[in-house]
């Protein structure tokens, strides 16, 4: 969630500044939220009204609804105020959270200046104060605005929290801010795949940079909880909303006490009870004696060193060990690994289960991430039958359709299944009306090629978004890349070991950038090569690998057909777009599927 404040002494126009900004932003199609700060006295709702009868009585929770607002109240009581940070989780994603007052809280932040209200304007020293608000002008080491122009004030906010139109796209004068918020991304230009005028043969290299540079995420934003959170792609930055581990506690089992010992024996005096995980010793321990803790326990007042267990003897209320012991030895301290408000994982990052104990410990519980990418996969060709048919003569099994589905769907796509499409204009037309309807993005394989029955080619050039990147790559036939109805479509060759290549190297990172994911180059490792080849230069070679014993085995035949040599491989080798021989024992790059999200 992006969050900017708004300070300054009372009086001084932060609520105006506030009002207007929330105004001036939302009249741009922003989704703004704010966060105020309200005196203790201050309440919702009156005493004697319903809904205060409820809270007396001892509610947890109150919703509070009406045909105009919806207003939850969660009870305190004994519990202690939240943090801003707890604050910010409570609120549905926005584009934008303004913060009225919480001066010291680590956003970025305005500071509204009255001279008419006799306040005399101190130079800010907070460096989080990014810019002044103020009804005269004075000379800073920061941008000072007029306290009305309130335009002006909004613009560099946006600009601040990178949600300024971006202007290379936005060419046709004025970008609608509406769309560029991230729970309505823009939507793709018709002409994204558009080659320079010119280009014959591209390298891989440059499609990929094309790719990168052309997609920008088309997902939208949900809030969801963590438990469910898994392979989905993280909207907004990652917060701790509390550090880890959250209060200094032992290591080890064993006995505590204050400050360092020196060499030689100690005898110290055990107090009364103990210290356990999740049950903490509520008083403190007086220095000069010891308290019995075991691991994962909070550290009682006065406790800094844990000795352990092992190394002690235990007698008649004294503990006795040898020094020397530092101070903190076997200790863990508050936010030794993570510090409230410290970034844990950025936007663009796809959810490990690691991931999930790391914001779990950081109490986070429910997170924006970007609804999953819906994936339409269709087969073109009239010689395909699905498996458990009867295939007649002429006829061969559907083999690229579970490949791409399960791909998408190990991707942490929802893939969409839109079948088998005969070679048929009007058919594939319909097909590709249902998939722009019902997906984010469409894969299809065969008929991408030049020839009289290459009918995805032919439809899609009808549209005249259609761009045949011929890609400096084998095995792979053109790649036809297209927009349908807005929605970008990948035409990926027939042939299944072209149309794996094809998806692993282009449409996977494409996808993942429309995903709003990071775009991620696949992880390879230089291993030496169990086989000998020769390579012309001009294009970049995929073959199908696995490793054995340490080194690189390549399948026996680099057929594009031999479907089988897919499933014996478990990745691919990547052959430089240079003229190569390589030996055996040479140095080649291995990717493993696994680096594919396979
Ligand atoms: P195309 O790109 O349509 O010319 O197809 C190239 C080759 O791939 C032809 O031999 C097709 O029969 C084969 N092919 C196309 N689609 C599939 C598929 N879904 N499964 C298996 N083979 C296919
Ligand atoms: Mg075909």
Same mark, same amino acid.
């Given at each position: 969630?992006k ?26 199609? =922003? ?12 309440? %919702? ?56 007052? !919480? ?54 906010? =946006? ?58 995420? %088309? ?18 930055d ?14 080890v ?14 005898r ?10 999740g ?6 321990v ?77 109490g ?36 690229n359709?579970?490949m ?17 499409v ?10 590709m ?36 990147w ?39 990172? &494409? ?18 090569? &169990? ?49 190569c ?11 493993? !599927? ?5």
């Amino acid at each position: 969630m992006k969050i900017y404040g708004v300070t300054g002494w009372k009086n001084n126009g932060k609520t105006g500044l506030m009002e207007r900004l929330v105004a001036e932003l939302t009249s741009r199609g =922003l989704r703004v939220s704010t966060v105020k700060h309200a005196h203790h006295a201050f309440d %919702v709702d009156q005493p004697g009204r319903d809904s205060h009868r409820h809270r007396i009585a001892g509610a947890s929770e109150v919703l509070l609804a009406s045909r105009q607002r919806v207003a939850l109240m969660q009870e305190l009581r004994a519990d202690p105020e939240p943090s801003l940070d707890e604050l910010l989780l409570r609120l549905s994603p926005a584009d934008l959270v303004l913060v009225e007052g !919480y001066k010291r809280e680590g956003h970025p932040k305005i500071e509204a200046h009255r001279a008419e209200a006799g306040t005399e304007l101190i130079a800010p020293t907070d460096p989080l104060i990014r810019a002044v608000a103020s009804d005269v002008q004075i000379d800073l080491d920061r941008p000072v605005f007029d306290l009305d122009d309130t335009v002006t004030i909004a613009d560099f906010i =946006l600009q601040e929290v990178g949600l300024a139109p971006s202007s290379p796209l936005s060419s046709e004068g004025t970008a609608e801010v509406e769309e560029c918020g991230p729970s309505a991304p823009p939507p793709l230009r018709n002409d994204c795949f558009a080659l320079p005028p010119g280009v014959d043969w591209t390298p891989v290299d440059d499609a990929l940079e094309m790719l990168r540079t052309r997609l920008s995420p %088309v997902a939208g934003v949900e809030t969801i909880p963590l438990q469910q959170a898994l392979n989905r792609v993280l909207a907004e930055d990652a917060m701790a909303a509390r550090p880890n581990p959250p209060q200094a506690n032992s290591a080890v089992d064993g006995y505590g006490f204050a400050g360092a010992v020196t060499d030689g024996s100690h005898r110290l005096p055990l107090v009364d009870g103990r210290a356990a995980a999740g049950v903490p010793f509520e008083g403190a321990v007086p220095r000069g004696m010891a308290i019995r803790v075991l691991t994962g326990a909070a550290l009682p007042d006065g406790v800094e060193t844990v000795v352990l267990q092992e190394d002690v003897a235990v007698s008649d209320g004294y503990v006795s060990f040898r020094g020397p012991l530092k101070r903190g030895a076997n200790a863990r301290k508050a936010g030794e690994d993570v510090e409230a408000g410290q970034l844990v994982l950025r936007a663009g990052r796809q959810i490990t289960p690691a991931d999930l104990a790391l914001m779990s410990a950081v109490g986070l519980s429910h997170i924006p991430v970007r609804k999953s990418l819906r994936v339409a996969v269709l087969s073109t060709g009239d010689e395909l039958v699905e498996p458990g048919h009867q295939a007649g003569l002429g006829q061969i099994f559907d083999a690229n359709r579970p490949m791409l589905l399960t791909m998408a769907q190990r991707m942490g796509f929802v893939p969409v299944d839109l079948g088998r499409v005969a070679d048929d204009r009007e058919t594939l037309r319909s097909v590709m009306d249902r998939a722009a309807n019902e997906a984010d993005v469409i894969l299809t394989s065969g008929g991408a090629s030049a020839g009289d029955e290459d009918h995805v080619s032919a439809l899609l050039g009808e549209t005249g978004a259609l761009q045949e990147w011929r890609i400096a790559l084998k095995p792979g036939r053109p790649v036809a890349l297209a927009m349908w109805q807005g929605t970008p479509v990948f035409g990926l060759p027939g042939n299944p070991v072209a149309a794996l290549v094809c998806a692993l190297i282009f449409a996977r990172p &494409a996808m993942e950038v429309l995903a709003g994911a990071e775009w991620s180059k696949p992880q390879g490792f230089d291993l030496p090569a &169990a086989f000998e080849k020769r390579k012309k230069p001009g294009r970049r070679e995929y073959l199908r690998a696995r490793v054995r014993d340490g080194r690189v085995e390549v399948f026996a035949s680099e057929g594009s057909g031999r479907i089988s040599g897919l499933s014996w491989a478990e990745g691919l080798v990547e052959i430089g777009d240079g003229a190569c021989h390589i030996r055996p024992g040479d140095p080649v790059r291995y990717i493993p !599927y696994g680096s594919f999200g396979l």
